[in-house]
Nanobody
Framework: QVQLVESGGALEQPGGSLRLSCAAS????????MGWYRQAPGKQRELVAS???????NYADSVKGRFTISRDNAKNTVYLQMDSLKPEDTAVYYC??????????????WGQGTQVTVSS
């Protein structure tokens, strides 16, 4: 079994910063792409940012220049540094990871979500 545990969500003022973390644990051989998604009330879940094992990144247009995704392969952890936060960034943020297990099959896993609220 594999678990993704997120942390770092909070209430922050507009213009502020938050750092989300997501640690993967369990029966892991290797982790391919990792990413962050978000879902606001009444909206569909959307990709925020993703990163390959080699460090190539991809961002949603709405967060380019404000958010930075990074990962520590030794710790099976992905981070999302969120700067210049806006009220429209308010959502539940979910970690996602594409993981190769000991049966050498690849599975897609989700974290439980962490709430980010941007409000004055």
């Amino acid at each position: 079994q594999v678990q993704l545990v997120e942390s770092g969500g909070a209430l922050e003022q507009p213009g502020g910063s938050l750092r989300l973390s997501c640690a993967a644990s369990g029966s892991i051989v290797s982790i391919n792409a990792m990413g962050w998604y978000r879902q606001a009330p009444g909206k569909q879940r959307e990709l925020v940012a993703s990163i390959t094992r080699g460090g190539s990144t991809n961002y949603a247009d709405s967060v380019k220049g404000r958010f930075t995704i990074s990962r520590d392969n030794a710790k099976n952890t992905v981070y999302l540094q969120m700067d210049s936060l806006k009220p429209e960034d308010t959502a539940v943020y979910y970690c996602n990871a594409n993981i190769r297990a000991f049966d050498f099959q690849t599975y897609n896993y989700w974290g439980q979500g962490t709430q980010v609220t941007v409000s004055s």
